[in-house]
């Protein structure tokens, strides 16, 4: 089974402070890993993945097979950081799993 | 270009009545298909996802149901519909096989069963 885990429902920063959204997953074979996010009445859009160790809008994420997690980060918050953001595990059979989602609020 | 569409966008519907909500993918093939349903507090809760036509994989059981009759078409249904089945439902597609493969979201079907 595969599963993914976002602890927090709502975190809140103020702008230029430092945000970490936690992601944990629990799958058996090698998991592919991504972060969406949603902006206010727009679609769901990728946002990053983890096979592409790249950096989208400052934020950045590492996979950690040890602790199985895929934590996303971004030095200093913005405003436009402001969305809904879902971590996401393709498994086996192209099974994509998401998790509840975390709300991102960044505070002026 | 790729382009999801997922229709009706909006549907009332009372009790025990029948659903379908229909998905179609253009500019590309034998893709991906999914059904989420998102919720507040949930998340987005995998439905169903196709690999190909007529192989359907089923994650809840519920009331609902999907099919794929064609490549590129996916339908998400329901002979008797009831309270709970409210919900945003999203169909998406990605590309099959490879790395890292994005999935691509349609607008999304607002259901009220009344």
């Known amino acids: 089974a595969q599963r993914v885990t976002q602890p927090e429902k709502l975190l809140s920063v103020f702008k230029g402070a430092p945000v970490e959204l936690k992601c944990n997953y629990s799958?058996?074979?090698?998991?592919?890993l991504f972060w969406y996010v949603q902006y206010s009445r727009q679609r769901l859009q990728l946002l990053l993945r983890?096979?592409s160790r790249e950096s989208i809008k400052g934020f950045t994420a590492d996979l950690n097979k040890g602790e199985t997690s895929f934590h996303l980060k971004k030095p200093f918050a913005q405003e436009e950081d402001s969305a809904m953001y879902y971590c996401?595990?393709?498994?086996?059979?192209?099974?994509?799993?998401f998790g509840t989602g975390t709300k991102l609020q960044v505070i002026p | 270009s790729q382009t999801i569409h997922q229709w009706p966008a909006t549907l009332v519907q009372p009790v025990g009545s029948p659903l379908s909500l229909e998905c179609t993918v253009e500019?590309?093939?034998?893709?991906?298909l999914y059904w989420y349903r998102q919720a507040a507090g949930r998340g987005l809760q995998l439905l169903f996802y196709?690999?190909?036509?007529?192989?359907i994989s089923s994650e809840v059981p519920q009331n609902l149901s999907a099919s794929r009759p064609q490549d590129r078409q996916f339908i998400l249904s329901s002979k008797k519909l009831l309270l709970s089945d409210s919900g945003f439902y999203l169909c998406?597609?990605?590309?099959?096989?490879?790395?890292?493969?994005?999935?691509?979201f349609g607008e999304g079907s607002w259901l009220t069963v009344v």
């Open positions: 998406a597609w990605s590309v099959q096989g490879g790395m890292g493969n994005t999935i691509y």
């Open positions: 799958y058996s074979g090698s998991p592919e």
């Open positions: 983890h096979i």
């Open positions: 996401a595990l393709k498994g086996g059979y192209q099974k994509v799993t």
């Open positions: 500019g590309t093939s034998n893709p991906n």
């Open positions: 196709s690999v190909g036509i007529g192989q």
